[in-house]
């Protein structure tokens, strides 16, 4: 009845009405009139009155019950809708709470201008980057804040934005109090609650870390794709170098002063030095240089090469040489430290045209030992400072530079699990500082002068086995000059054969990567024949590949190509030397 919204009118007798679970002291009831209390909306309950003593409710008291009963049934529909927009005002406030939250700490500028490019809303970041609050940005267009071309260009864009109803991305730098940054700006129609276009809303975001982040990545798949071009030639190029500069020392040697060719074949031999050079520092930043880590005191190497330094540096360059003294010892390969002082000095050289003054400095600085190379030059913009560390980068005039001297620093500190910082600003010097990790162990290894001069003669008998006539027949001529009696083979099968044949064989002087065989697979059979023969390794594959036949480990005698004849007969005199045999 109450749900049906019909009012209802009836009698009850005295045994149905002392059945009821009225009050105890209710009176009986004999008639009854039930009204609902409703809305339009909802039915709230009812009302209902009784009698006794043969009241009777007629049509009038049902209409005055209807309308009582409608009076009640508006007042909880009021308060209904009070209570239900309490709730709707309540989660409102709490929405806009919610979004004024994200506005103020997203990342992000946010700006919405009106037709006329003027500001009508825009969040904390957008004024802080203007350097004035939010009120004094509110109600003013761009032409207040930015440069009038500036402005204008920003306004353009918004009147395409509008005109075009589509939304606009651009990637562009900006000038963030004279620092270079880099912004994704998002241009939006605004529309308003009919869907007119009233403005536009634009959202910028600063992209310049991960555009940073995508240029290293460039860098890296750049690097990568030279070290696999460097490392794929490698062996090949210096076969041919050892050939060069091995042929042009044995012609120099035989040449007398006066000899009008001996100048031809020095600019030769001096070519081929640059060509192994530019190998090595391919190889150094794409880290596939074969290297030799061993324990150092930096200060002995920065030290020790002083008087080198004098040579190259011109005069006009001041060199002062600051160390810090008990300084923990590095684990680095020593050839690859020399060449990162080398390159850092002639970089700091080439920076001072007309003069000044390099200084090499050591230090602890926090758990690192560096390594300080500041110049007194015209210093780099930022752009340059962004390239240095490309490969083939440079600001030197064509045929001035290869654009591989940062790189191979780079690449060398990186691979001993350090980096190099650089600070400079143009007109104040350049200040490079490079951080090594301190060695586990603490006791350097004694470093040798540079100069020293060693014995490299000898009488012992050399077995040479490589692949490449050229090259056999050149490591023969070396040793030959060197006092050495020399047997060679082109294979492991012939080498096997001449070892049967001369037991006299002191040290086999062998190529590590063979097409029959390998040199560790050679000398171990060689070994099996004669237990006290040496062994020498030789190879101009990258790291990787001779890593693989196990020769770079320690205790293994090993030449890297190209290599003179000095550094032949180091190397056989050092391993006929040594105590033990080598295999």
């Given at each position: 009845m109450v749900d049906e919204r019909r009012v209802a009118r009836g009698t009850v007798s005295v045994a149905e009405s002392s059945g009821r679970p009225f009050p105890p002291a209710h009176p009986d009831v004999q008639t009854f009139i039930i009204a609902p209390l409703a809305s339009p909306t909802h039915v709230h309950g009812w009302i209902c009155l009784v009698g006794n003593d043969d009241v009777v409710f007629d049509a009038e008291t049902?209409?005055?019950?209807?309308?009582?009963?409608?009076?009640?049934?508006?007042?909880?529909?009021?308060e209904h809708e009070i209570a239900e927009r309490l709730i709707a005002e309540a989660a409102l406030r709490e929405s806009e709470q919610l979004n004024r939250n994200l506005l103020e700490h997203l990342p992000h500028r946010i700006v919405i201008n009106d037709r006329q490019s003027v500001v009508r809303f825009c969040n904390a970041n957008y004024a802080r980057e203007l350097g004035c609050p939010i009120e004094e940005v509110v109600g003013r267009d761009a032409f207040r804040f930015h440069a009038p071309e500036l402005a204008a260009a920003y306004h353009l864009d918004d009147q395409e934005v509008m005109a075009s109803g589509i939304t606009k991305n651009i990637e562009e730098p900006y000038d963030a109090g004279g620092v270079k940054r880099w912004v994704h700006t998002v241009k939006v129609p605004y529309r308003d609650a009919r869907g007119e276009i009233t403005g536009v809303l634009v959202v910028v975001e600063d992209i310049t870390a991960e555009r940073d982040r995508e240029l290293q990545y460039q860098q890296a798949e750049k690097m990568e794709a030279v070290g696999r071009l460097a490392g794929g030639v490698a062996h090949d190029f210096n076969n041919l170098l050892t050939a060069i500069l091995g042929y042009c020392e044995l012609l120099a040697e035989d040449m007398t002063e006066q000899d009008p060719h001996r100048t031809d074949v020095l600019e030769i031999q001096t070519a081929g030095r640059r060509a192994a050079d530019l190998t090595r520092q391919?190889?150094?930043?794409?880290r596939k240089e074969i290297i030799k880590p061993t324990v150092l005191d930096l200060n002995n190497v920065v030290t020790g090469m002083?008087?080198?330094?004098?040579?190259?540096?011109?005069?006009?360059?001041?060199?002062?040489?600051r160390v810090t003294p008990d300084m923990p010892p590095i684990e680095v390969d020593r050839g690859q430290l020399e060449q990162v002082v080398l390159n850092l000095a002639l970089n700091a050289r080439d920076a001072m045209p007309t003069g000044g003054t390099l200084t090499i400095e050591t230090a602890c600085l926090g758990p690192h030992v560096a390594l300080v190379v500041t110049d007194t030059g015209g210093g780099m913009s930022p752009e340059v400072q962004?390239?240095?560390?490309?490969?083939?980068?440079?600001?030197?005039?064509v045929g001035h530079g290869t654009g591989l001297g940062l790189a191979s620093v780079q690449g060398v500190v990186a691979r001993c699990g350090g980096r190099v910082d650089v600070t400079s600003e143009a007109g104040k010097g350049t200040t490079f500082t490079v951080y090594f990790p301190p060695a586990a162990a603490q006791m350097p290894c004694p470093l040798e002068p540079v100069d020293a001069e060693r014995h490299l003669t000898g009488s012992e008998t050399?077995?040479?086995?490589?692949?490449?006539?050229g090259l056999r027949a050149l490591t023969s001529r070396m040793l030959n000059r060197l006092g050495?009696?020399?047997?060679t083979a082109a294979t492991a099968d012939d080498a096997i054969q001449v070892c049967r044949e001369h037991p006299e064989?002191?040290?086999l002087l062998t190529d590590v990567v063979m097409p029959s065989s390998s040199g560790p697979e050679l000398s171990r059979q060689l070994v099996d024949l004669q237990p006290s023969l040496r062994v020498v390794y030789m190879s101009g594959y990258t790291e990787d590949t001779v890593a693989r036949h196990g020769v770079l480990l320690p205790g293994i005698a090993f030449l890297a190509k190209p290599?003179?004849?000095?550094?032949?007969?180091?190397?056989?005199?050092?391993?006929?030397?040594?105590?033990?045999?080598?295999s």
């Open positions: 049902e209409q005055q019950l209807l309308a009582l009963a409608g009076h009640v049934g508006r007042i909880f529909e009021l391919l190889l150094a930043f794409s002083r008087v080198m330094l004098e040579r190259l540096i011109r005069e006009d360059v001041k060199i002062v040489v962004a390239r240095i560390f490309e490969p083939f980068f440079t600001t030197k005039p050399i077995l040479v086995v490589e692949d490449a006539d050495y009696t020399v047997l064989i002191d040290v290599f003179t004849a000095e550094t032949l007969g180091r190397t056989i005199r050092g391993v006929l030397d040594s105590s033990q045999p080598q």
